[in-house]
C-alpha cells in the first residue's frame, strides 16, 4: 500500500496513483526527536487541553493550526516516527506506533471532554473525511458510521460519543 501523499523533507516519496495498489517494502523508522520537541511536548499538550474553548479549537491546534509551522500533537507525533508511518497516511495502520499514538490522542482528546463534559460530550465539527479530501458532507451526531467489531451495521455518532456509554466502556488513568 501507499504512499500517498504526506511528506517528510528528505524522504523520496512518490504517489501512486491508487494507493491501495501492491506496493511491497520493508517497515522503515526514523525517529525525529526535534519534531517531538517542537509538537508533542508536556506544554503543548497542556495548553490544547487548558486553553481550547470548543471542539474546533480543539481539533485545529491538535491538527496543527494552518499556517502556523506547527504539526500539533496529531501530526507531530505521526512525523517524528518517519519512515512508512510517518509520510504514508496509507500504511500507518499496520504500524504498531499508530495504535499507541492514537490511543494518546484519544485519551487528550477524553481528558479535555471530561473538563467539561455537560458542554462537551456531544461537541462534533467537521466534515467525514481528511482535510475534507475528497469533499464530503459535515459529521453530525447523527451520522452513522461503521465501528468495525465493536458493533455489527453502522452507529450514530451520538452513540459514541462517551467513552463509558454506549458500546464503549474504559477510562484513562
Known sequence: MGPSFLYV????VSRMSNPLD????CLKRDLTTSILHD????????QLILNSDDIWDFETNAQGTPGSGLLGIHGGGHLAMG?????DADANPGDPGFWNHHAMIDRIWWIW?????ANRKYAISGT??????PVSPNTTLDTH???GYVKRGSIAMRDIMSTTAGPFCYVYL
Open 9 to 12: 523533507p528528505g524522504g523520496n
Open 22 to 25: 501492491y506496493n511491497p517494502r
Open 39 to 46: 509538537n508533542n511536548n508536556h506544554t503543548n499538550v497542556l
Open 83 to 87: 519512515g512508512d508511518p510517518g509520510r
Open 113 to 117: 471532554q471530561y473538563l467539561d463534559l
Open 128 to 133: 467525514g473525511t481528511f482535510l475534507n479530501d
Open 145 to 147: 458510521v461503521n465501528v
